[in-house]
């Protein structure tokens, strides 16, 4: 339950990017979060596949503003994390499929940034460090490559995370084994 | 009732999946998660387009089959709204959907007119003479 309430709170204070839009992002996060009843939030147009669009739109605007995100406390990097949190608590696996790619390329284009943001919200943190792991047993990946990435960014997950943070993570990362 | 059909039959660690429709056969094989394996049924689906991936060739959004809401895993007491039937070449391309080598993926996806509306059957079955 603390867990979940964190989780809200994250939702509520990430999603202000416009008053327009964040009652949007806001509704479909939670509806995505806790399997509720979309058909509210469509009216008349509702129909199974718009509210699947709907949430793939959503994936593909935060990923954009992830990789642009400048805000003081990096709250387009921590939508879309926690955007690929919640598809794995819902077993989206679709999203789950993008976001083992995105997620990889969004840390090796910023990983001092995304670092930050899991300092912020740990109850991502191993969920995170597994699709980082994830990402080098997918499609064509390589997962021998796995301890050079590690290595690289050891540094700067202690930097970030403390050593606590960093060792949770690296159990998590290495738990991946397909 | 369903203008399409599609037939994935499993057989082990991959399977083939069938499709005749728009005067276009495929018969090819396909792959999936070995740890997110579809409950065996019938699940209507739509012709679609995913925002989480890219085609590999025209990096436009990735052709997809949406399978739909509450498609049923594993031992059947967990359901997925994420499932696709889309490219792939092999097992390491899926975390729980149905993955197809990209050109016949592409021909089965070119037949089904139109999108938007759940006018394909995805069928699901286990074994070889199924």
């Known amino acids: ?178 | 009732m369903a203008s399409y059909e599609i037939t994935v039959r499993r057989n082990g660690a991959a399977g083939k999946l069938e499709f005749t429709g728009g005067g276009v056969s495929v018969n090819t094989t396909c792959w999936w998660d070995a740890n997110h394996v579809i409950v065996a049924g019938e699940y209507p689906s739509w012709r679609t387009r995913m925002n989480s991936k890219k085609d590999s060739v025209t990096k436009e959004k990735r052709p997809g089959i949406w399978l739909g809401k509450n498609v049923p895993y594993g031992d059947g007491s967990k359901t997925s709204d994420g499932i696709f039937i889309h490219e792939g070449t092999g097992p390491s391309w899926s975390d729980g959907c149905v993955v197809l080598k990209r050109d016949e993926m592409m021909k089965m996806w070119n037949a089904i007119i139109p999108d938007g509306t759940a006018n394909v059957l995805v069928k699901v079955v286990d074994g070889a003479g199924a």
Not at chain 1, 9 to 15: F, G, H, M, R
Not at chain 1, 40 to 61: I, K, N, R, S, V
Not at chain 1, 112 to 141: K, Q, S
Request: aromatic share 10%.
């Open chain 1, 1 to 178: 339950m603390r867990r979940l309430a964190r989780v809200a709170l994250v939702v509520a204070a990430v999603l202000l990017a416009s008053p327009a839009q964040a009652a949007d992002r806001s509704d479909l996060l939670i509806h995505h979060l806790l399997d509720l009843d979309q058909q509210a939030l469509f009216g008349d147009d509702y129909t199974p596949l718009a509210e699947m669009e709907a949430w793939g739109e959503l994936y593909a605007a935060a990923r954009e503003e992830a990789v642009a995100d400048d805000s003081a406390d990096r709250r387009g990097i921590k939508t879309f994390m926690l955007i690929g949190w919640i598809a794995r608590q819902r077993a989206d696996f679709g999203t789950i499929e993008g976001f083992n790619t995105d997620f990889k390329a969004l840390f090796d284009a910023r990983p001092n940034d995304v670092l930050a943001a899991l300092a912020d919200t740990e109850f991502m943190l191993p969920e995170m460090c597994r699709y980082l792991a994830g990402f080098f047993f997918f499609e064509d990946a390589d997962p021998d490559k796995r301890q050079g990435f590690v290595d690289a960014n050891t540094h700067r997950m202690e930097r970030h995370l403390g050593e606590a943070g960093q060792a949770a993570c690296l159990d998590a990362f290495w738990a991946v084994k397909s």
